[in-house]
C-alpha cells in the first residue's frame, strides 16, 4: 500500500509531441504529489507538485492531472523538446512526511 | 540560498576496502536529512534518514552505516565495501516548512572494482 507504481519505463516521442507518464498509489493518506526531473550524471530536481484536492496543475509546459477517485496522477509535457529528455520520477507524501518513489521513466524528445 | 555539497564526485574501490562520503548543506538550519542510492538506469532507493544530530533512521539493512555528527553534516560509511554497492549515492535535505520538496546534492559515483 506504500508504493507508487509509475509508467511507462522508458518513452520516446518526436520532438513537438506530448508525452505523458503515469502514476498510480493505494494509500489515501499521500497528501501531496511532487514531479522530479533527473538529467545524466546529476541529482534530481522538483519539477512541479500538486495537492489532491485540485485536477490540474501547470507550470510552463509541464502540466499535473490528477484523478482523486482512480488514485491516479500523470505528467503531461507540451511541445516536448529535446531538452526535455531526462528521468522523470513521480513522488507521494506519507503522513510521516517522507516521499514514496516510483520507479521512473527515462525520456527521449527525438529532434 | 540553500546549498548542497557532496564529496567526492567520483571514486572507485576495491571490494573489501572502507567507504565514507560526506555531505554537507548550507543556508539551512536543523533540515532532514536523506541518502539514497540508484543503480544505473534505476530508481531511488532510500538509505538513511535523519531527523537531528544522532539520529539516523536506516530504511534497508545493508553494509552501510550512517552518522550526522553536526546538524547539516550526514556522512555515509561502509567497513567493507561489496561490488553490489556500487551506484550513484545521492544527499537530500528537506526544510521543516516545505516538507514536500526534497533538494538532492550532485552525487557521487561509486565503483567498487
Known amino acids: 500500500q506504500q508504493q507508487v507504481k509509475q509508467s511507462p519505463q522508458s518513452l520516446i516521442v518526436q520532438k513537438g509531441g506530448i508525452p505523458i507518464i503515469n502514476c498510480a498509489y493505494e494509500?489515501?493518506?499521500?497528501?501531496?504529489f511532487p514531479w522530479y526531473q533527473q538529467f545524466p550524471g546529476k541529482g534530481p530536481a522538483l519539477l512541479i507538485a500538486?495537492?489532491?484536492d485540485v485536477s490540474e496543475k501547470k507550470e510552463g509546459r509541464f502540466t499535473i492531472s490528477f484523478n482523486k477517485s482512480a488514485k491516479q496522477f500523470s505528467l503531461h509535457i507540451m511541445d516536448s523538446q529535446p531538452g526535455d529528455s531526462a528521468t522523470y520520477f513521480c513522488?507521494?507524501?506519507?503522513?510521516?512526511?517522507?516521499?514514496?518513489w516510483g520507479a521512473g521513466t527515462k525520456l527521449i524528445i527525438k529532434p | 540560498s540553500q546549498t548542497i555539497h557532496q564529496w567526492p564526485a567520483t571514486l572507485v574501490q576495491p571490494v573489501g576496502s572502507p567507504l565514507s562520503l560526506e555531505c554537507t548543506v548550507e543556508?539551512?538550519?536543523?533540515?532532514?536529512l536523506y541518502w539514497y542510492r540508484q543503480a544505473a538506469g534505476r530508481g531511488l532507493q532510500l538509505l538513511f534518514y535523519?531527523?537531528?544530530?544522532?539520529?539516523i533512521s536506516s530504511e534497508v539493512p545493508q553494509n552501510l552505516s550512517a552518522s550526522r555528527p553536526q546538524d547539516r553534516q550526514f556522512i555515509l560509511s561502509s567497513k567493507k565495501l561489496l561490488l553490489s554497492d556500487s551506484g550513484f549515492y545521492l544527499c537530500?535535505?528537506?526544510?521543516?516548512?516545505?516538507?514536500?520538496?526534497?533538494?538532492f546534492g550532485p552525487g557521487t559515483r561509486l565503483t567498487v572494482t
Open positions: 537530500a535535505w528537506r526544510g521543516r516548512e516545505r516538507a514536500h520538496e526534497q533538494y
Open positions: 543556508g539551512t538550519s536543523n533540515p532532514n
Open positions: 535523519s531527523v537531528g544530530i544522532g539520529q
Open positions: 494509500n489515501t493518506a499521500f497528501d501531496y
Open positions: 500538486i495537492r489532491p
Open positions: 513522488a507521494a507524501r506519507d503522513s510521516n512526511y517522507q516521499l514514496i
